[in-house]
């Protein structure tokens, strides 16, 4: 990696963060990725969180390889330096020979990469978030300089994506609730169409009272309404209809 003065501290921080304001999230880290691999010269760049519930592997969010952006993978923390950075609290450097202190590190070796500097990133209360890498084919010339660097540029990068995190989280609650009102909404719907209803002019017999449905049929008056709504029918019989048909019977009946 080059080496940079400490006067060149904030001016390399300002190169590193000039970055377009209408980028957030994954976007905005994609170009700070892309920022600190130009400016420092290192071969690979990449942003990762571990993965739950063991914490035992790294899952990347942006990958910075060679000359462009590297799709992201899921490696296994067990004897990387990576699993160093997430067990203590500040930046970690290893200036060159990286693969010989890693043995075990497969992929050091598949990358080709001499040189290494990790810092852990925290939320705001203190929770391990994930962790920010340098990977280069060369040695770091200037430890105290990137020390200072990385540790600053750990905390932006763990800001953001806090905040990516929660924006997600929210975006996840209102998808989960949403899909919880359309199916509701759907039921609705369907409970709706299975409600039968009564509505404008319906031909009914000036004689007989029957009803003509919509294929010209004549119901009884029952069956039609029983046919087009909920209500079902408990027959009996008026007082009037009662003096009318049973008279005689019930002015026995009163006699007695």
């Not at 852990?120 to 430890?143: A, S």
């Not at 049973?246 to 009163?254: L, Q, S, V």
Request: hydrophobic share 35%; aromatic share 10%.
């Amino acid at each position: 990696m080059n080496s940079f003065t400490s006067l060149e501290l904030i001016k390399t921080l300002k190169k590193i963060l000039h970055i377009e304001q209408h980028l957030s999230g994954i976007p905005y880290l994609k170009e700070l990725v892309k920022n600190i691999a130009q400016t420092f010269g290192a071969k690979f760049v990449l942003i990762g969180h571990p993965v739950k519930p063991g914490h035992d592997s790294i899952r990347t969010d942006v990958v910075w390889a060679g000359h462009d952006y590297f799709d992201n993978f899921t490696y296994g923390l067990k004897g990387t330096p990576c699993e160093n950075v997430l067990s203590g609290n500040r930046v970690c450097i290893y200036a060159k020979d990286i693969t010989d202190k890693f043995p075990e590190d497969k992929l050091l070796i598949e990358m080709g990469v001499d040189s290494y500097i990790g810092s852990p990133m925290f939320t705001r209360e203190g929770e391990l978030l994930g962790i920010l890498v340098f990977l280069d084919d060369k040695p770091v010339m200037d430890v105290d300089f990137y020390s200072a660097v990385v540790e600053f540029l750990s905390a932006r990068v763990a800001a953001e994506l806090e905040k990516y995190h929660i924006e997600e989280e929210l975006k996840r609650q209102v998808d989960e609730k949403t899909s919880k009102l359309e199916k509701i909404n759907q039921e609705l719907r369907i409970a709706l169409n299975e409600i039968k209803t009564l509505q404008g002019i319906i031909p009914i017999c000036a004689n007989c009272k029957k009803i003509r449905d919509d294929e010209g049929y004549w119901n009884r008056i029952e069956s039609y309404i029983e046919q087009h709504s909920d209500a079902k029918f408990s027959h009996g019989i008026c007082r009037e209809c009662a003096e009318k048909l049973y008279g005689d019977y019930i002015g026995a009946i009163k006699k007695e």
